[in-house]
Nanobody, 120 residues
């Protein structure tokens, strides 16, 4: 499966962005989907994940501010990010895999990343 992430940009603290990840090349509903992020100098970290049935999981610092969703008919997973903080600044990656988890190794396919910059 090929993944293409989009929707990143520059936003002020307190603002919002919505990321999209379009999947192609395979049956989208077969995959568990996730978002990870990587800030400069840091390791890639888990942000949110969603199962094929719609069960959702979040990293603690984004819970209540970010919402992951998927549109199986559109082969797309979304990440709505509200109340953004400067510490949310990172490259955001979408990922797909057969198994759900918070470790990047659980996912077999990755998008190219989209940069989110939150100014203070």
């Amino acid at each position: 499966v090929q993944l293409q992430a989009s929707g990143g940009g520059l936003v002020q603290a307190g603002g919002y962005l919505k990321l999209s990840c379009l999947a192609s090349g395979s049956t989208f509903s077969d995959y568990r989907m996730a978002w990870f992020r990587q800030a400069p100098g840091d390791e890639r970290e888990f942000v949110a994940a969603i199962s094929w049935s719609g069960s959702k999981f979040y990293e603690g610092s984004v819970k209540g501010r970010f919402t992951i969703s998927r549109g199986n008919a559109k082969n797309t997973v979304y990440l709505q990010m509200d109340s953004l903080k400067p510490e949310d600044t990172a490259v955001y990656y979408c990922a797909a895999g057969a198994h759900l988890g918070i470790r990047s190794m659980r996912y077999d396919y990755w998008g190219q990343g989209t940069l989110v910059t939150v100014s203070s």
